[in-house]
């Protein structure tokens, strides 16, 4: 194929659009490839679409490779199914819900575990049939609160979804390692740089779970990877482990927790130093980590009301919202306003402790290192007083445990192997092992071997097909544009005309038609604008190699340039010309 520059439905824009926080965003606007239509909202322009196709066929491809078969539900759906689920309500606003004009309720669909589990169900019957995996590469709406940085998070994306079928756990496992292969196998030839993290949250069960990030700095996501024992877990997903607790003798005979005066210290700081100047622990610093920090908060689960939640943590850590946001999934939050603490007058701004806690039935959630036997300089629920030495297990308890503080770089691998470095990703793929959870929800049976009913075990996985764009995007730029890898450019070459000669622009046409003949998929810059303009779009644009036909040709040579390597060589202008090129490009 030869596209003519000249007849492209294209124009490139100079200036960076105003509201693009991202690199991927800015070169994707600036170079052609997408337009925003209303936020989360993008529509695709030859060049973009080109890009998205690829990467849809090389996911395609990795899927029917593990014999994964592809069909296509409606993005339209009816509440039914997602009522059954409880998934109408947990979804919360996140859904786009219409009515059909039989008031009707509809939905958009987010994810479609439902309506594979229902045709699983209605299709099969027989232990035989099984194990199967289907997927689809299909458009998904998500009313997302913060639609961000062009189609790295929209409203409306593609996703490829699968779901895996089985009769047995062990079956579950197959159809699970199958997709992590061939997830690593498509973003190898995407040639991205990822890494494969632990996504298990403690909340959710034991059931394995693992994303696929994109190394990036613009990332939403923060992992930690333990360098010496290959440990790596997106921070929502890290257990924190739990310091040895103490035995009951033990913990009687720790010293008697006793309550201070202590004006002035509503902050972790103050409270710090004025525990260092009464020389509370003799000779021993008083650090944050000794004390005991209560955030407020309220949560509402799907449907149900505002309720007061504590969390207890050492005061030298933050509440971490990713990881409260996985913890408390699929009930929101919010933290506790100036209206809410004057409802609740037991509730003593920096002085909140977690006798107050009890005595008026707050839940109180415990962060993992609050073991029995440990003792803390905490708020003793009056203004200006706190109580040292108020020890777990034997003064307080907590209603359970919740493990939402900041994972810090330097903290210990929860794997107990060394410590733990942080770095910033984009989710591109996540796999999960469902289990039963719909297909108990459905009924998904089929007939056993020995003719008993058996449930079948459920797999989910996801790759974000558009988002994909983006995140190479965002790995292959530099300062002056897109740099493509050569599986997902739009073109194999882009030839630019930068000499007026008619003999240089014959000859460069005559190549074009040379190295389309040669099966190469051609853009042929031939507009009238300058070449200053030409290079700028060349490079802007981003097709791995460039050819200049420019004022060399005279002499008898053209340029070859790689936009990836940033390598050039002459080429002899003739018959041989086209060959050369095409060994070039491989
Ligand atoms: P995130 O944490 O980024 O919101 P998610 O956990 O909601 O992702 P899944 O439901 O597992 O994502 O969806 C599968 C894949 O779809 C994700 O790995 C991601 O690549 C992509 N994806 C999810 N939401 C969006 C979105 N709003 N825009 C573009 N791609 C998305
Ligand atoms: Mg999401």
Redesign the pocket.
Known sequence: MITRMSELFLRTLRDDPADAEVPSHKLLIRAGYVRPIAP?LYSWLPLGLKVLRKIENVVREEMDAIGAQEILFPALLPREPYEQTNRWTEYGDNLFRLADRRGNDMLLG??HEELFALTVKGEYSSYKDLPVILYQVQT?Y?D?AR?RAG?????E?I?K?SYSFDLDDAGLERSYLAHRGAYQKMFDRLGLRYVIVSATSGAMGGSASE??LAESEVG??TFVRCLESGYAANVEAVQTPAPPALGDEEIAGLPEAVVHDTPATETIATLVSWANDAGVFGDRQVTAADTLKNVLLKVRAPGGDWELLAIGLPGDREVDAKRLEAALEPAEFAMLEAADFAKHPFLVKGYIGPKALRDNEVRYLLDPRIVAGTAWITGADAPGRHVVGLVAGRDFVGDGVIDVAEVREGDPSPDGAGTLVSARG?????I?QLGRKYTDTFGVDVLGENGKPVRLTMGSY???V???VAVIAEQCHDELGLRWPSVVSPFDAHLVIANKDADARAGALALADELDARGLDVLLDDRTSSPGVKFKDAELLGVPWIVVVGRGWADGTMELRNRFTGETRQIAVGAGAAGEIAAALG
Request: proline content about 6%.
């Open positions: 989360g987010p994810t998904k998500r997302e639609p189609i790295l998070r929209g409203r994306f996703m979804d994303e696929f939403e996501d984009i989710e591109i793929g996540h999960f996801g790759v974000g558009s988002r994909l």
